[in-house]
């Protein structure tokens, strides 16, 4: 895949406003890290992350 | 991830410690091949891999729960321990890693039987500056994990013979997973999900704020706000009342002291009412004198105890001649420092006049508590001084006090006596008078009592105000969670949208170049010119070009195909890891393909197309032979792409096993050799490149 394909795909990202787009990152960097589990307990963790960055 | 070598130990048939097996690194050397005849241990050493790292087995292994070497139980005594284990060194993003897995049994009564115990996994990295340090236990599988997930593990670690099998219609769910596991999209689907249960979560915390009563609590205040106004209202008719009242009072008593008759009772009267409100006053600054009396000087009688304790601390202080302090603390030092005493005699340190002399510090260093001693001491002796004169100023109070309320009540007996006399005066127009200023007394005190009922239902209103704005508050501060909740369930919402938007994306975008690539791959190691067809679940299939249904594979295309599959896959990691931009994907862009007997069921053709494109497909490629396998087409074609080569030397029980070896670069090299006893094992050689 190359890089434009992939700026093509993450456009949603990129063109998403700031606190949306830093929430997208923090979620996938939290799913990337429990990957590895088949049902890993995140949801507490996605909470955080949004409540954190809206305040 | 890259392999850098890997140790064994009693593991299988592969006796005592292996030698490192390392493994090739260079790009264009890329290579390593492993040399052994059937039965050898091409697929243990497969298996190696496959459970040091996941603990899995591959369907080709036989009995894997007999892990540990035979002959090693054999030799233990019984009842002790025999441990098999397999050490893996590796690479990942810049990081080096030493993996170890272990099994152990327990040598029983028989040679074979054993009592198994837990496996051991540990795993150490090393950083970039040569630090090692080692994982935790409970974070070891997930570290793994994160490398190089379990899902994955047919795909890089498989069976040459059985790789036909990735395309079976039973393995597509696995190959459906670890292909979107592998390729973010199982990353995105799970981010969607999870935001999407997130989102149930903000919307129960929205139901749960969604009952407050603001509005009702600002209608209550209101209402009490009005009823404050009123009263508000009241209390100033009150006082044009109390003054209308009081003027037309005294407008009366004025017209009283004009009648010749009864001026001078008026004077009398006017007097009174001024020495009554004089006692009034009189009896009200006593009052006020008493609370001042009670409030400040009332915790005297109390203290009598403490007093006294205070004053015993302070006598004993003095009788030890530490009150109060004979010398001060600077004086004593500037001695010291100075080295002479007053006396004259030269003090030196750890001589004994300077020790005593620097003894009295200690003493001196009373001098704060001798400062508040004195302080407090002379409070006390005055409060005891002054304790007889506060009886006495409550009593004098108290008497004042009654006195007034004698003389008041006799003040107001004479005027009694005077309105009584004014009311039974044979003069109509004194009766008349007297009888409105009655009727004015009377107003005047109703609109007094109004007034104290008016006072009282405002403290009760302003304490109500007071409690509805602290609620109101509080239903605020609910109200700005409230919109809080909305605010992050909405982010939650957007999120989630934009993810399955990406992942859309990712999806339709994937699955064209996946089976592009696989195409091209495809056309580079088959001689027919068939197209692959990707169905939405990974199902491989080739297509003939004309449209129509998928063409059936014969085992080589299917083989073909596989691999494609699983080059096409590598391929597309290299590029995303160059070109990431944030979209969650694999961390590495390097990734091993260690394949046992991969091209057992090929026909010369296709042996030697997926030979001369197999050290393309991945970075690393790990080939288990034998030697039929490899001489010809595969040999011609790798040779040049071997940077790393071993011979499994097999030692066999059997007598008249057929021996064998295999020449490399002018030396030869046991396969099979006979053994002298009753067990097999096998030796790992390394092959001495370059020796002719």
Same mark, same amino acid.
């Given at each position: ?55 | ?6 140790? &064994? ?52 292994? +036989? ?20 441990? @098999? ?25 028989? !040679? ?85 249960? @997130? ?54 008593? @004025? ?31 006593? =009052? ?30 003095? *009788? ?47 001098? *704060? ?34 006195? +007034? ?11 009694? &006596? ?33 007034? &104290? ?14 409690? &509805? ?17 909305? =605010? ?16 859309? =994306? ?44 998928? !063409?059936?594979? *014969? ?22 890891? @160059? ?38 497909? +991945? ?72 020796? =002719?």
């Amino acid at each position: 895949m190359d890089r434009k394909a992939v700026r093509e795909i993450m456009k949603p990202v990129t063109e998403a406003d700031e606190v949306l787009r830093r929430v997208i990152e923090r979620v996938f960097q939290l799913e990337r890290e429990k990957l590895y589990q088949q049902k890993p307990r995140v949801i507490d963790d996605l909470l955080t992350i949004i409540k954190e960055e809206v305040r | 991830m890259r392999l850098l070598s890997m140790r &064994l130990h009693n593991f299988r048939q592969f006796e005592g410690s292996t030698p490192k097996l390392e493994f090739a690194q260079h790009k264009q050397n890329n290579v390593t091949v492993v040399f052994g005849s059937n039965g050898a241990g091409k697929t243990a050493l497969l298996n190696a891999l496959t459970w040091s790292f996941f603990g899995k087995f591959t369907d080709a292994l +036989a009995l894997p729960e007999q892990l540990v070497n035979r002959r090693a139980i054999a030799n233990a005594t019984k009842g002790s321990t025999v441990c @098999a284990w397999v050490e893996v060194m590796f690479e990942h993003t810049g990081n080096n890693y030493r993996l170890k897995r272990s099994k152990s049994v327990v040598r029983g009564s028989e !040679v074979t039987a054993g009592t198994s115990q837990e496996e051991e996994v540990t795993l150490d990295v090393g950083d970039p500056t040569g630090h090692w340090q080692a994982v935790k236990q409970n974070d070891v599988l997930d570290r793994l994990g994160t490398i190089l997930p379990s899902q994955l593990h047919s795909y890089f670690f498989f069976d040459g013979e059985r790789i036909e099998r990735l395309q079976r219609p039973d393995k597509r769910a696995e190959i459906t997973s670890a292909t979107a596991l592998f390729t973010g999209e199982e990353l995105l689907r799970r981010a969607s999900s999870h935001l999407g249960e @997130a989102a149930k979560r903000f919307e129960s915390e929205l139901r749960i704020l969604g009952d407050v009563e603001q509005q009702k609590l600002i209608d209550r205040k209101q209402t009490v706000e009005e009823r404050k106004e009123q009263l508000h209202r009241q209390e100033a008719q009150n006082e044009a009342n109390l003054k209308g009242y009081t003027n037309a009072r005294d407008a009366v008593e @004025a017209e009283l002291r004009k009648l010749e008759t009864v001026k001078a009772q008026q004077a009398i009267r006017d007097h009174l009412i001024n020495e009554q409100e004089r006692l009034r006053q009189s009896m009200a600054t006593s =009052r006020l004198k008493l609370a001042d009396l009670v409030s400040n000087r009332g915790y005297w009688p109390f203290l009598g105890g403490g007093f006294n304790r205070f004053l015993a601390i302070v006598s004993g202080l003095e *009788s030890r001649g530490e009150l109060p302090t004979p010398m001060k603390a600077p004086f004593v030092q500037s001695l010291l420092d100075k080295g002479e005493c007053i006396c004259g005699r030269s003090l030196v340190p750890d001589d004994s006049a300077y020790q005593q002399v620097e003894a009295w510090m200690h003493r001196s260093g009373l001098s *704060s508590i001798e400062e508040v001693a004195i302080r407090m001491r002379t409070e006390v002796e005055r409060l005891q001084r002054e304790m007889p004169d506060l009886y006495a100023d409550i009593q004098y109070e108290k008497n004042h006090r009654e006195q +007034a309320r004698d003389q008041l009540s006799r003040v107001e007996e004479k005027l009694a &006596l005077i309105g009584a006399q004014l009311r039974g005066s044979p003069e109509a127009n004194v009766r008349e008078l007297q009888s409105r200023l009655d009727s004015l007394a009377g107003n005047i005190r109703e609109v007094q009592l109004q007034q &104290l009922e008016d006072r009282r239902n405002l403290e009760t209103v302003n304490g109500e105000i007071e409690k &509805l704005e602290d609620e109101i508050r509080k239903v605020e501060a609910k109200t700005a969670q409230q919109a809080l909740a909305m =605010r992050r369930l909405g982010i939650c919402r957007e999120a989630r949208a934009v993810i399955e938007e990406v992942r859309r =994306r990712l999806e339709a975008h994937f699955r064209t170049d996946l089976a592009a690539r696989i195409s091209r791959i495809f056309a580079l190691l088959s001689f027919k010119a068939y197209k692959a067809v990707l169905s939405p679940d990974y199902t491989l299939g080739l297509s003939d070009g004309t449209g129509g249904p998928p !063409v059936g594979m *014969s085992t080589g295309e299917s083989q073909a195909l596989s691999l494609s599959f699983i080059g096409a896959i590598i391929e597309n990691a290299r590029e995303f890891a @160059a070109s990431r931009e944030g979209l969650p994907g694999p961390d590495s862009s390097a990734f091993p393909l260690v394949m046992d007997s991969p091209f057992g069921n090929l026909d010369p053709l296709y042996r030697q197309q997926i030979c001369r494109h197999i050290p393309e497909l +991945a970075d690393q490629v790990v080939i288990f032979v034998n030697r039929s396998q490899w001489e010809g087409d595969v040999a011609h074609s790798l040779e040049t792409r071997i940077g790393k080569e071993y011979v499994l030397s097999y030692y066999s029980p059997k007598p008249d096993a057929q021996e064998d070896s295999i020449l490399r670069f002018g030396a030869t090299y046991s396969l099979v050799k006979h053994t002298g006893d009753d067990f097999e094992r096998t030796d790992i050689v390394e092959v001495v490149r370059g020796h =002719r």
